[in-house]
């Protein structure tokens, strides 16, 4: 077993980094047909990690034609399943080979702290890719009830080409949630990550290339949304979009995709998930840690954070007590520390919009219990300090509308049917939390709530094998488990008459 990385240890090897920014088409890395650039900068301290090439429609026109000559080529679309489950599980391995630089590509570039980078990022990432792999040769397709002379089969197959938009939170895991499926049933993807997060997008590219994915299978154009991502969902030989990130944008998605080609358009959008704690939870301690690390964990920016804590007014008082004494543990600190669990936000522009919401709070009547600072500003970087707001109506913008920081409105309530209209009342659909001893309300609470998942008396459960996604403006379709082949498939029914 190696001995773990000091944070001098990762400073050491942070700097014998050589990073590309380059985009990767058809196999091989290259700039923007513009030449243009933009600066990827780091949150830790804001220092220039490298000059990622800026693409836009011309790059997406020869990235996506590479994509459909390689899928009409079928060296991939119409490989064995078994066969590409071996590329596949060679890919997750050469990512898990490669913990360490992707780890520290991932905290650099939008702020993490390096224990969970590698800990948590990698591993899902590598596990969503050998997950999907491991699937493909185990799906079977169907065959009709029919009458003796004829047959009647029903088949799946790849749509084509996929594009996939991903943000920047959890750049690989998103990533790889999308391409873990996409690459199984025999598609060809275009990736384009986050201008705030394209570094590990860009590595990984190369490891799929080194692992047997053949070149133009899996391209990644770095960018901006404005540009190559709306050049993607405009684009009329893409076949599927895939995406995860605001509901803002995953709005617009939709009419590029009308405006086109009637592209099908999967989404995985906002939340703001009520995470309810009834007065009858079997411990209140490991609740309030849940509660904790359900707003704190990625410094807020997850889309299922637990960012309205209802909490029943029986246990209210001493509930905030215990989780303003959780969230000490989960103070700002280098993200290269490797005792660190809150990092850097991403970016100025997301510290500024955190901070925005936080005076909002203040100015709207709640209550701050603690925190709402930014920090360790002498080091260049964009920190914060995990926040809980008391006194919380659901209709103040803390409740109501995605902050993707970490700030934690508290909201009370009497009785059960309270708890489920103030956590239904909401446009977002995607998770919840629910604590209590009761069996029987806990059926009853997790029945009546509007969301794609819920968990019972701990938050943010699952693995590979559980579907995720929400309902109501927080999207369609679903990522992880044997759903999420749905979206990169389509059915076909073949009739025989014998």
């Known amino acids: 077993m190696s001995t773990p990385k000091s944070r001098s240890d990762w400073e050491a090897l942070a ?172 598609n060809s993807v275009i990736l384009k990550p986050s201008e705030k997060s ?57 009419i590029y995709a009308g405006e086109s080609n009637m592209k099908r358009v999967w989404l995985e959008a906002g939340g703001k998930s009520p995470n309810i704690v009834f007065n009858d939870a079997p411990d209140l301690k490991a609740a309030a840690e849940a509660a904790a690390t359900a707003i704190a964990f990625n410094q807020g920016e997850v889309c299922t954070a637990g960012s309205r804590l209802l909490v029943e007014s029986g246990v209210k008082d001493e509930f905030i007590k215990l989780i303003a004494e959780q969230m000490q543990g989960w103070q700002p600190g280098h993200p290269l520390d490797p005792k660190t669990t809150c990092g850097a936000m991403v ?44 006194n919380v109506k659901n209709d103040m913008s803390i409740a109501c509308e995605e902050i993707f920081g970490p700030v934690l409105s508290v909201i009370e309530f009497d009785g059960m049917e309270q708890a489920i209209k103030i956590a239904n009342d909401t446009i977002y659909g995607l998770a919840a939390g629910v604590w209590t001893s009761n069996l029987s309300k806990a059926h009853k609470t997790a029945k009546a709530l509007r969301t794609g998942m819920v968990w019972i008396n701990h938050y943010d459960g699952g693995d590979m094998t559980a579907p995720f996604g929400g309902v109501k403006q927080s999207g369609n379709g679903r990522d992880k488990s044997l759903h999420a082949f749905d979206k990169y498939t389509y059915i076909k029914a073949t009739w025989i008459v014998i």
């Open 15 to 186: 700097a014998s980094l050589k990073i590309t920014g380059q985009a990767f088409i058809n196999g091989q890395y290259q700039g923007a047909l513009s030449g243009d650039t933009f600066d990827c900068i780091s949150p830790i301290d804001s220092q220039v990690l490298a000059k990622i090439a800026s693409c836009d429609v011309a790059d997406a026109d020869v990235a996506v034609a590479n994509a459909r000559k390689v899928f009409e080529a079928g060296t991939w679309s119409r490989l064995a399943p078994v066969e590409r489950k071996h590329v596949m599980i060679k890919f997750a391995d050469l990512l898990e080979a490669n913990a360490d630089e992707l780890a520290l590509l991932e905290t650099l570039d939008m702020g993490k702290p390096i224990q969970y980078s590698k800990a948590v990022d990698v591993v899902a990432a590598a596990r969503a890719i050998r997950w999907s792999g491991e699937a493909i040769d185990k799906i079977y397709d169907e065959i009709a009830p029919t009458a003796h002379n004829e047959i009647g089969m029903i088949t799946r197959e790849p749509v084509g080409v996929v594009a996939a938009i991903v943000p920047w939170n959890f750049p690989m895991i998103m990533a790889c949630w999308k391409l873990g499926p996409a690459l199984a049933t025999g």
């Open 198 to 254: 394209p570094l590990t997008a860009l590595r990984m590219a190369q490891l799929a290339l080194d692992a047997g994915i053949p070149a133009g299978v899996l391209n990644v154009l770095p960018g901006f949304g404005h540009t190559v991502g709306k050049a993607l969902a405009l684009h009329m030989d893409v076949d599927t979009l895939v995406f995860t990130g605001s509901t803002k944008i995953a709005k617009q998605l939709m």
């Open 347 to 390: 970016d100025q522009q997301q510290l500024n919009n955190v901070l925005n919401y936080i005076k909002s709070g203040s100015e709207q009547g709640a209550t701050l219990v603690e925190g709402g600072q930014q920090v360790m500003a002498e080091t260049g970087g964009v920190y914060i300090q995990p926040t809980i707001f008391s």
